[in-house]
């Protein structure tokens, strides 16, 4: 039933919104992969993000694409965990754990062949702004799985659509840069740093109006 | 849904997909003459063109209200595209809003046939309401330079726009064969085959440049050449499409050339301005949509006026 209502969803109400009102520029769409396991970690300024991400693969590989999410902001109550959990299919995180591994979930996933969406700010934080240092969750992950691609995205336009704190929703054409993956064996320990400053070159790629 | 159009109107479009076919078929004959050459942005536009007509002529041809709404969300998306191309004030997001509202209002004043409304209301209305909009959120750095440029892109992108629509609201004339859709597809036809000869011409004789500045590539054997060629072309198209007798259909077409050349390099100006080549990559093989309807902007307004002088004008009184 859920998984009949994630598709309507995604299917009815946010590929039109996404494809017909807002609009994206995709550049280098065909690096995505065609399959999991996988991790697209791009920067974060909108709740619109996840839902543009999710929307570059396939509908008919919806199943396939999950974004990890924080446990203490969208398991918060009862009707959000349900949307979060089943409709979107976010894999939460514990950001404060007690014991067990915080993870768990994600490993879980990967090992299932999935592709994951991971912000690695942590936070939407200031609109069309992005975070000196990312968090270090994406390289534990990677660790693990030495060799699965990770990709870094940069977005640009969605925090000019829904910042964080409005509800208003204005459209604005999206631009959605793919790059080169890379993975823990290459990179090992400098990987998130790494992460950051492939992500910083691609938004030196684009040319982006003022947004005062 | 009326499925009965104007014969005159179902042979242009059946013209139409004749050309696109040809097109097609030189193109696989040039991939298969000179396998080694890249032709894939050729294949791009001419696949986004087959896109284009099929959807223009569907909307033509199923009846007023659906090429009413095809019209304006060209209209959106053309507006969408230079909203995003601007400098913008995060102040003005719900400013910018309130100006996405005046599309589906300034066609439905074009689908309600209320001339006097659609001819006013992005010039005076929109145009007073939206300053208001910004004083009550109160950032008055920039004031002036975002109500000029939010203003200046509705006026391109609806406004104008909106005149190819009303095409389709004008009361009957004597235009036995095609009425309103019959203007319509004449403007944008002659419209799109001036952009062709212009490059054509330009490509083939083209030395002196003519506004070196914003079209470098543009030169006088080009403008010259596609206004004599589209005069020449509406002169035999006209008398199926419009009520244009003799002489004035050639007159339309330079008309439409001249205003489409100037609309194109308007907006090549503003693209320089901005520092970009395509406004977009909405269109694979053609850019974005402004980069697609930038001489409509401005020869659907100068074309309407024309013919609403000619036919309706020049005043109101019965």
């Not at chain 2, 006209?238 to 439409?256: D, N």
Request: positive net charge.
């Amino acid at each position: 039933m859920s998984r009949l209502l994630r598709f309507l969803f995604f299917a009815l109400i946010v590929r039109p919104i996404i494809y017909v009102l807002l609009g994206l520029n995709v550049r280098n769409y065909k690096r995505l992969p065609n399959k999991g396991p996988a991790i697209l970690v791009a920067n974060h300024n909108s709740h619109l993000d996840t839902l543009v991400l999710m929307s570059l693969i396939p509908l008919s590989r919806l199943s396939e694409i999950h974004p990890v999410a924080a446990a203490d902001y969208f398991l918060r109550n009862k009707l959000l965990s349900w949307f979060a959990l089943e409709i979107i299919g976010i894999i939460p995180i514990r950001r404060a754990s007690k014991g067990g591994n915080p993870l768990r979930l994600v490993f879980d996933a990967i090992q299932n062949g999935k592709i994951l969406i991971l912000f690695p700010e942590g936070t939407r934080g200031q609109p069309e702004k992005m975070e000196d240092q990312f968090k270090e969750g994406i390289r534990l992950i990677a660790r693990k799985f030495p060799d699965m691609p990770v990709y870094p995205i940069f977005l640009h336009g969605l925090g000019k659509s829904l910042p964080k704190g409005e509800g208003l929703f204005v459209p604005f054409f999206c631009d959605i840069f793919i790059g080169e993956p890379l993975t823990y064996q290459e990179s090992g320990k400098q990987m998130t740093q790494q992460i950051h400053s492939r992500i910083t070159a691609l938004a030196a790629e684009g040319q982006f109006p003022a947004w005062e | 849904m009326e499925l009965a159009i104007p014969q005159t109107v179902a042979v242009t479009l059946g013209t139409l997909f004749t050309v696109l076919v040809f097109s097609h078929l030189i193109a696989f004959v040039l991939k298969k003459a000179n396998p080694k050459k890249d032709y894939s942005e050729l294949f791009q536009r001419i696949n986004s063109w087959w896109v284009i007509i099929i959807i223009f002529a569907v909307a033509v041809v199923m009846e007023r209200t659906a090429a009413i709404i095809f019209l304006g969300f060209v209209s959106f998306l053309a507006l969408k595209e230079f909203f995003s191309l601007i400098p913008t004030r995060r102040a003005d997001r719900r400013v910018l809003f309130w100006a996405y509202l005046s599309v589906p209002l300034q066609f439905y004043w074009v689908y309600d046939y209320w001339y006097g409304m659609f001819i006013i209301f992005i010039p005076v209305w929109i145009f007073l309401f939206l300053p208001l909009r910004m004083l009550v959120i109160g950032t008055t750095d920039g004031f002036l330079k975002a109500a000029g440029t939010i203003h200046w892109g509705l006026m391109i992108t609806v406004f104008n726009l909106s005149h190819a629509a009303y095409f389709l609201s004008l009361p009957a004339i004597d235009n036995p064969q095609a009425g309103g859709v019959g203007l319509l597809l004449f403007l944008v036809i002659l419209t799109q085959f001036n952009d062709v000869a212009q490059y054509v011409w330009g490509k083939s004789l083209g030395k002196t440049k003519i506004v070196p500045k914003s079209s470098p590539g543009k030169t006088w054997a080009g403008f010259l050449g596609g206004v004599v060629t589209t005069g020449a072309a509406a002169y035999f198209i006209a008398p199926y499409l419009t009520p244009l007798e003799g002489g004035m259909g050639a007159i339309g077409g330079a008309i439409i050339a001249v205003a489409g050349f100037i609309g194109d390099v308007t907006v090549s100006a503003i693209k320089r301005d901005l520092g970009v080549k395509d406004s977009s990559s909405f269109i694979p093989g053609h850019g974005g949509i402004l980069d697609r309807v930038d001489s409509l902007t401005f020869s659907a307004p100068v074309f309407f006026h024309f013919i609403f002088y000619l036919y309706y004008g020049p005043t109101l009184a019965s």
